[in-house]
């Protein structure tokens, strides 16, 4: 649960020599992102370059770091009649171009629409006579860069530097800022050039082919200019729809700026990060009429997708606590960046925990990946399984969660990490007993996910209490800083690796060691960010293999993960929300790797929980990757993340 010591300063995790080693050999930091299957796929493709000149050539550009498949998407021109498009490359990666001659054929003067396979626009780009010839193209920036028209060669396939003008003209340094799809549908323009720019006779425009472009001054007739550095504010007359897009043209009907969103991603509003630059993303406060606030982060390309909805009585979200930086040399995610909320509003709420909170440990079932375990600190374990996109309670096994036990039933586990043990049981580990919660109860527990009933009582239980005396000071707060996380680690991957035992000082012999089962387990210490490693024994007993120097000030969960062969120890934001991966070395130790951060747009909270998918459900490239939040705040009461715990998004395979 949220914790509010003040160990925060980490040393580095790693320095810039070991951060990338061993990863490119797991495909950890050169696998590309996954084609995107969902409609956000598409927020950061863009028009970027268009000719009319009788090739008719265009160019898209990914400014996102997930790739996008453009199968089945189509264009138009200016007469709306969708036709399908044969690209240079079906999917659009990273950071990329295609190309494709349009089927349609461009006028002198014309409009080019993109939309998806499933009829969302993409993006449009229009022109008076004469300014897509030679071409017409985004300068000062790929993807995000002002239209003007260039004079001399085209470079499709490519950058757009060549060719682009050396300064734009200062009405092509008007942006469009930030929109509101929330009700009052307002935009803001920015212009971010050093000269007052008349805009009186400017039009836009949403999605909606059918509507005629509306001139800005009849909806704010008080709005003729905008000036250097200024705002201008008005509410869109013709409504802007939780998935929609608008577009900005100039007086002569060139196209200036534009900016679409999937579902709910204009709510509260949808921003450039860093204001004025970059692409959009959702942010948790609308800011019309001054600088973007880029909560979470500025100038990223993610989106926080879904969430919303009314708090339930007596749900109440608690604000993080213990914000600290993250370690030194620290990477920025490898994955998408786009994230989406992946629980009902309150879904967490229990007898013993009617607030909703307090969601820590997550793990991915590796024989099922369609089933992930979730530990709730006051003595409930869930089952959760995936509904129209959303992680719900298995209804087969506990629509509820079950309630879980210390051996012989009794006392309320502060149940903090969960992992599943190569024998398919749960395994759970508690800091204290909720009804004492002053005296420190550091356990690992095993429970049979098929057993009957609402309450879950333990096979065995591993009792290494006396091994932190630190925490047993009458504090309850010291108390609960024990068991954070568990992860499973194979004996497959110890020996593999030549993992050093250092009980004897030779390589690991799970023969050493009979009544173990198949692999260790690795308890993440909260006080000291330290790993330590236990063989769990079937009479009862443990062997104590040590601890393991993760770098990091905290540590929340622990997870063993196939896909890059590493063990990852996670820190909420008392580390800078970040996840330490960890490998054997030459010596025979483990030791950190690589450490990334959470995608930029989440929020700073006391994120506890990370579980990422086995590789066997991978599509195009990607996994998912889970994340909770233990106090259910997100990005504050006026957010749609509000009363959310869980959080997905991608992670390479």
């Known amino acids: 649960m949220p914790t509010s010591h003040s160990r925060v300063g980490a040393a580095s995790v790693c320095a810039a020599a070991v951060a990338f080693s061993g990863l490119a050999a797991t495909g950890l930091l050169a696998a590309q992102p996954a084609a995107a299957a969902d409609p956000a796929g598409y927020q950061n493709v863009r028009i970027n370059e268009v000719t009319s000149l009788g090739n008719d050539t265009v160019e ?19 007469g709306f009649s969708p036709q399908s498009f044969t690209p240079s490359a079906t999917t659009l990666a990273a950071g990329r171009f295609v190309t494709f001659n349009s089927p349609k054929g461009l006028g002198d003067a014309d409009k080019l629409v993109i939309y998806t396979a499933g009829g969302a626009v993409v993006d449009r780009a229009e022109w008076a006579t004469g300014k897509a010839k030679p071409a017409m193209a985004r300068c000062g920036g790929d993807g995000t860069g002002a239209w003007t028209t260039t004079a001399t060669a085209t470079t499709f396939g490519a950058a757009n530097a060549p060719g682009c003008p050396s300064s734009v003209p200062p009405a092509s340094q008007v942006r469009i800022n930030e929109v509101t799809s929330d009700g009052s549908d307002t935009v803001e323009l920015y212009n971010g050039g050093t000269s007052a720019v008349g805009i009186g006779s400017w039009k836009y425009v949403d999605s909606d082919t059918a509507h005629s472009p509306v001139t800005i001054s009849s909806s704010a007739p008080s709005a003729t200019s905008i000036p250097a550095g200024g705002y201008v504010t008005f509410d869109s007359t013709l409504g802007l729809g939780d998935t929609d897009s608008l577009f900005l043209t100039d007086g002569n009907g060139t196209s200036v700026d534009s900016v679409a969103w999937p579902t709910g991603g204009a709510k509260p509003s949808d921003e450039r990060c860093a204001n004025g630059t970059g692409w959009f993303r959702t942010s948790a406060t609308a800011t019309p009429g001054s600088a973007n606030s880029c909560t979470g982060g500025g100038g990223q390309t993610g989106r926080l997708l879904g969430g919303g909805g009314a708090l339930t009585s007596g749900c109440t979200p608690e604000a993080p606590s213990g914000t600290g930086p993250a370690p030194a040399g620290t ?133 290494m209490t006396a091994q932190f005396p630190q925490l047993d000071t009458g504090s309850k707060d010291d108390a609960n800083l024990g068991f954070e996380g568990v992860g499973y680690v194979p004996d497959s991957w110890l020996t593999a690796n030549g993992w050093v035992d250092p009980l004897t000082g030779a390589p690991y012999n799970p023969a050493d060691y009979p009544l173990h089962g198949s692999g260790l387990y690795a308890a993440g210490l909260e006080w000291d960010g330290t790993l330590h490693v236990y063989g769990l024994n079937s009479d009862g007993t443990f062997t104590t293999f040590g601890a393991v120097t993760t770098g990091k000030a905290s540590v929340m969960d622990v997870t063993f993960d196939a896909g890059t062969q590493r063990i990852v120890a996670t820190c909420d934001n008392t580390c800078g929300e970040t996840h330490t991966f960890m490998k054997v070395d030459a010596a025979g130790r483990i030791v950190p790797d690589v450490t990334y951060t959470n995608p930029a747009v989440m929020p700073t909270d006391n994120l506890e929980g990370f579980a990422i998918a086995p590789p066997s459900p991978c599509v195009a490239g990607a996994r998912e990757a889970v994340w909770s939040d233990d106090g259910i705040h997100g990005f504050g009461s006026a957010s749609s993340s509000y009363g959310h715990a869980l959080y997905s998004g991608t992670f390479p395979c």
């Open 331 to 463: 990477s920025a995610w490898p994955g998408g960046l786009d994230v989406t909320i992946t629980d009902n509003v309150c879904a967490f709420t229990t007898s013993t925990g009617p607030e909703g909170r307090d969601v820590s440990g997550l793990a991915f079932d590796p024989a099922n990946p369609s089933v992930l375990w979730a530990a709730k600190n006051k003595n409930w374990l869930y089952r959760l399984v995936k509904s129209n996109g959303t992680w719900v309670p298995d209804p087969s096994w506990s629509a509820t969660g079950k309630q879980i036990r210390f051996a012989g039933g009794s006392g309320q586990p502060d149940s903090e990490g969960v992992t599943v043990g190569g024998n398919g049981h749960i395994y759970v580990t508690s800091e204290r007993d909720n009804a004492d919660n002053t005296v420190p109860k550091d356990t690992i527990m095993e429970f049979d996910p098929a057993a009957t009933g609402s309450t879950l009582t333990p096979l065995h239980q591993w009792d």
């Open 60 to 78: 898209l550009y990914n400014a996102g770091s997930t790739a996008v498949s453009l199968s089945g998407w189509k264009m138009s021109d200016d």
